[in-house]
C-alpha cells in the first residue's frame, strides 16, 4: 500500500482529472496491480506465495471498498458539521500536518493523554453518526 501510494504520489501529475470519481478509481487500482505484480515477482522465489485466487479476492475486496468510500467520506463530512466547534477544533489541530500529539496537545492546552481520550470520544462519535447516515442513505 505504502508503495503504491508512492507511486501515484509521483505519478499524480500524469493522471488527467476530469471530475469523475470512477476515472480516479481506475487510474489507482491500475498502478496497485502494477505494484503487487512487480511485488510478485520480486518474491517469486519465496516459500509462502498466494495463489492467483487470493490476489483476486484481495483486489476484488479492495474495489468493493472503494466504490462506498465517497458516501462515507460525505457522511464524515455532514458528521464533522454536526460537531461542537471545541470537538471540530481539537479535530483540526490534531491532525494538521506534521503536528505531534505532544504539540498538539500543548496547542489545546491539554495532557497528551487527555488529549487522546478526547480524540477518541470525537472518533467514536464520529464512527457512530457515520453508520447512521449511512444507514439513512441506504433507505
Known sequence: M???SLVMWRKSDQFNYSGEDK???DWAFMIARYEVLKYRRKWATERLIFSEDVYELLAKEAEEVAVGQSE???ALKGCLQKLQESQRSLIQTS???GISIK???AKVGRTPTGLYKALARIRK???NCILSEMKKGQA
Open 95 to 97: 491532525y494538521a500536518d
Open 125 to 127: 462519535h464520529l464512527h
Open 2 to 4: 505504502q508503495q503504491t
Open 72 to 74: 462515507r467520506e460525505k
Open 103 to 105: 504539540d498538539a496537545a
Open 23 to 25: 476515472s480516479y478509481l
